[in-house]
């Protein structure tokens, strides 16, 4: 097995394993019929940011979900929308006790009503509700993939940390490791320092392999989060402390995690880099053997292609860039001539809007029942 492109950068490789995820999840057997995968990435809690989620979702149920658009549904919005009733109500008599104040949820009442998800009206000094349409649950498994191409000593560490955490909080249904394939047939740190519970994907430039399959873990059990640790010196006695998550919590912020994840979308990576630098350009992930594939000006033909992730690349520097070094602050930076903006050429706007464009019309085709929404 060959090394999978030793010298790019996390965010190349994130990338990676995310149209991976997107073209083959799962790793082994087959996903039903009725069910599709959503794949993001950087998303999770306040206390933990998984590189990279694969949502399985209900295909009927992720049609209904288009219902309510393309932005995200955030926790406040939930709180309204799963429990409004089918007749007007007072809103204080037909939702639960938020267990925050009353304020926030007229506040989400009034998004939800701009949005044109609710329907409201007064009666008096009251505001009353109605639905629209139910909520669907339409998220059946969250699977986190930490991405760590490579593995020292150190990072192993941390990571057997992450993953305790992950594990014993059992927010996510699997979670997995994705590093570089390296010559030997398994990783040694690797499998010295994770929990078993842990799956282990080897990245290299051909395939991903399955090292290890991960266990399926707890998620309608409580959870404990691990806040603080013993420091393993010596003279520290301390046990470690632990907090208890009720499992309900836990059906919440999967909610918002898989909301989160419907709205951005892996793809949404381009967003914060420069593709109206006369350098950016896509290409085709196979292998970095491959020739180049386009420049920005056949963004179209690149993107549009099943074979093959297409992935940020930068003529100047001639390898994939990272997604911090792809701003405006880079010294290479040259914005795309004017001309390639006009009329006369083949790409409407240039290429740098084809390739936010396309890659913005790729992220809707994940997310069935959209365009009728
Ligand atoms: S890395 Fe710099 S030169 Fe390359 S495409 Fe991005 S902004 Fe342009």
């Given at each position: ?26 790793p ?46 955030d ?13 007007w ?28 998800i ?36 150190g ?134 053997g ?11 033909a ?72």
């Amino acid at each position: 097995m060959r090394r999978s492109g030793a010298g790019d950068s996390e965010f190349v490789f994130e990338l990676r394993v995310c149209a991976w995820a997107e073209r083959n999840w799962p790793p082994a057997g087959d996903l039903d019929s009725d069910t599709v995968v959503l794949v993001a990435r950087q998303l999770g809690t306040r206390s933990r940011r998984w590189d990279t989620i694969v949502i399985e979702a209900d295909r009927a149920e992720l049609e209904q979900r288009a219902r309510f658009g393309p932005d995200r549904l955030d926790s406040d919005l939930l709180h309204v929308l799963r429990d409004a009733p089918t007749e007007w109500a007072y809103y204080r008599e037909a939702l639960p006790d938020p267990g925050y104040p009353w304020r926030y949820v007229r506040e989400a009442i009034h998004r939800a009503a701009d949005r044109g998800i609710l329907e409201t009206r007064k009666r008096g000094n009251r505001i009353e509700i109605r639905r629209r349409w139910p909520y669907p649950e339409w998220a059946k498994r969250v699977i986190a993939i930490e991405n760590k191409p490579d593995l020292d000593a150190g990072a192993a560490r941390v990571l057997s940390e992450q993953l305790q955490h992950d594990v014993a909080l059992a927010l996510a249904d699997e979670v997995w490791v994705a590093t570089r394939a390296t010559d030997e047939r398994l990783e040694p740190i690797l499998f010295e320092t994770i929990p078993t519970e842990a799956g282990v994907l080897a990245v290299s430039e051909e395939e991903i392999e399955v090292l290890w399959h991960p266990r399926r873990l707890a998620v309608e059990d409580p959870g404990t989060e691990i806040t603080e640790r013993p420091t393993g010196r010596q003279a520290d006695r301390s046990a470690a402390c632990f907090e208890y998550t009720e499992p309900a919590t836990k059906r919440e912020t999967r909610r918002a995690v898989a909301e989160r994840a419907y709205e951005r979308g892996w793809r949404a990576y381009v967003e914060s880099m420069r593709p109206d630098c006369r350098h950016f350009s896509l290409r085709r992930d196979q292998g970095r053997g491959d020739a180049r594939e386009n420049s920005g000006m056949d963004a179209e033909a690149a993107i549009t292609t099943e074979s093959g992730a297409p992935l940020p690349y930068c003529e100047a520097k001639d390898r994939h860039q990272s997604g911090a070094e792809c701003s405006s602050s880079c010294p290479e930076f040259e914005p795309e001539p004017p001309t390639w903006r006009s009329g006369g050429w083949p790409i409407e706007g240039g290429p740098g809007a084809a390739v936010k464009r396309l890659l913005a019309e790729r992220r809707q085709r994940r997310r069935p029942g959209l365009d009728r929404s």
